[in-house]
């Protein structure tokens, strides 16, 4: 717990009117895990009241999405859209579709989501929303017309200077191109209230890219900084082959390492000569889960059912980049055992607390995704400037500028690590660089 009576106080009252929230809790857990070495040297903290007010959603929006499926049933679901924290920007972050989207869950991506945007040192504002909407089987007229429907409530609370959403979980190009065509039809201009749009929508090359490539970014900073080191060689395992894993694998293996492993929900694949992100890339054509099919194209390769097991293969470094709570303190232990000194989340809370906790304290290279898997966002951010200013960058420009941020992102964590614990400590210096920047403009924005 907490040495800081404030922050006690704090989380408690926090605990108890949020009790049935964990990932919520979860998040500020380790957000004041942080703050311990700073509110004593910040007295206008607990003076002005920040914790209490950042810890509470500005505004949070919820609607019932009523849509018809193929067979003609009216079905219902529940959607919101959490307003974290917009003092340092018009609120930015994903849409969720999930059977398990709910306000714990959008919380906690909101209140990480406001960090991570400050860490980007783009002028943008924290906010996550979703729907308990399972888009798996679904036709491409189910998802259109239930876009439609879910932005027939939430084109209200949006626009490119207020909140500007984008993807996550279920929700990629398609599903963004049905909700801002229905948007644009609705208020009648074109703007950049979405961002990851597709190409010919006004979407930025390099953003379907930007959060696999700048987890790897990232970590070629931490290999340069505390170890004088590149990919070259290194045994990679990778969580999750979605959007986010995908790309960590192509870049991680451009740059030399080799991917031996990977996942998605229906197991793991554990392949001695590198992970073949071709094959996986064409079995996903037909779905999106295909680990268990790999082995009729590369027998040689280890096929396990069980997700969690690829922390119990021997690696160098471990990327998971499927979901939050992936990694338990028992499979923290076994990826130790087995080796693994540098962990870079590509997902969003993918640690829980204690295995967090546990590799600092084994003095494992660790990277949470507040800083590490910022890239997507940032990009997005880019998407924003060049809808405004109606001009598109080439690939190579993003691509650079994506690497500045990454690098940016380490330096800001690793100084404000430095400068309050005098260590390498990412996870406390992640949320105070990202803390301080919105601290300072709630500041001079005074008591709202
Ligand atoms: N959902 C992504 C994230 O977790 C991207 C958000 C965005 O581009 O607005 O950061």
């Known amino acids: 717990m907490f040495k800081s009576a404030y922050l006690q ?19 500020v857990e380790e957000f004041f895990d942080a703050m311990d070495v700073l509110v004593e040297k910040e007295p206008n903290i607990e003076k002005y009241s920040i914790m209490e007010r950042i810890v509470e959603p500005e505004r949070i929006i919820r609607f019932r999405v009523v849509w018809t499926d193929d067979s003609g049933k009216i079905q219902v679901n529940r959607a919101m859209r959490v307003q974290f924290n917009s003092a340092i920007g018009p609120y930015k972050g994903g849409i969720r579709f999930a059977p398990n989207v709910n306000e714990s869950i959008c919380k906690f991506l909101g209140f990480e989501q406001t960090f991570k945007n400050s860490l980007t040192g783009l002028p943008m504002g924290g906010a996550k929303g979703g729907a308990d909407f399972d888009p798996t089987g679904k036709s491409d007229q189910e998802i259109m017309t239930f876009c439609q429907s879910f932005m ?11 909140d500007v959403p984008a993807g996550d979980f279920g929700v990629g190009a398609r599903e963004i191109g049905y909700m801002f065509g229905f948007y644009k039809k609705i208020v009648n201009q074109w703007n950049g209230v979405f961002t990851s749009k597709g190409i010919a929508s006004g979407g930025s090359l390099g953003r379907s890219e930007a959060t696999g490539y700048g987890v790897c970014y990232f970590a070629q900073e931490m290999l340069r900084a505390y170890r004088n080191d590149t990919f070259q060689g290194k045994r990679v395992i990778i969580s999750g082959a979605g959007k986010v894993g995908w790309m960590a694998a192509q870049k991680a293996t451009e740059l030399g390492a080799k ?12 392949d001695e000569n590198g992970i073949d992100l071709g094959l996986i890339l064409r079995l996903q054509k037909q779905s999106p889960a295909v680990m268990d099919q790999y082995r009729q194209t590369h027998p040689e390769a280890i096929f396990n059912p069980d997700p969690k097991s690829i922390w119990t293969i021997p690696c160098d470094i471990a990327m998971p980049c499927a979901t939050q709570n992936e990694i338990y303190l028992p499979s923290a232990e076994a990826l130790v055992k087995n080796g693994c000194w540098m ?5 969003n809370m993918p640690t829980t607390l204690d295995a967090t906790r546990y590799f600092v304290d084994k003095g494992i290279l660790f990277a949470p995704g507040k800083a590490a898997n910022a890239g997507g966002v940032a990009v997005s951010g880019l998407e924003m400037s060049q809808n405004a200013m109606h001009l598109n960058w080439t690939f190579e420009e993003v691509d650079a500028k994506l690497k500045q941020i990454m690098a940016g992102i380490f330096k800001k964590a690793d100084e404000a690590s430095m400068k309050y614990t005098g260590t390498h400590n990412l996870v406390i210096g992640a949320n105070i660089a990202g803390f301080m920047k919105v601290y300072q403009a709630m500041l001079e924005q005074g008591t709202l």
């Open 9 to 27: 106080r704090v989380y408690a009252e926090v605990s108890q009117r949020y009790k049935d929230q964990p990932e919520f809790l979860q998040a």
């Open 152 to 162: 027939s409530e939430l084109y209200a609370h949006v626009g490119p200077n207020y």
């Open 259 to 270: 991917v031996v492993a990977m996942s998605d929900i229906k197991g793991v694949i554990h």
């Open 343 to 347: 962990v870079v989340e590509g997902a």
